[in-house]
């Protein structure tokens, strides 16, 4: 596969190692969490007001 030619694999959270898992917690708690809001959904959401590009 090219993927795994450029060192590039899938894997689930059933195939990380303990310091594996240890990283991404780190990593989702201090770079990622901080940038993702939940979205309610209805007929009355204005998405435009929630997303900060030009794909609307």
């Known amino acids: 596969m090219e993927m795994e ?3 590039i694999f899938l894997i689930n959270e059933r195939q990380l190692s303990c310091n ?3 990283w991404l917690r780190y990593f989702f708690k201090n770079h990622l ?3 993702i809001i939940p979205i ?3 007929q009355h ?3 435009i007001q929630f997303l900060k590009d030009d794909y609307t």
């Open 45 to 47: 959401t204005n998405l």
């Open 5 to 7: 030619s450029n060192q």
């Open 33 to 35: 969490r901080q940038h």
């Open 40 to 42: 309610l959904l209805n």
């Open 20 to 22: 594996q898992k240890e």
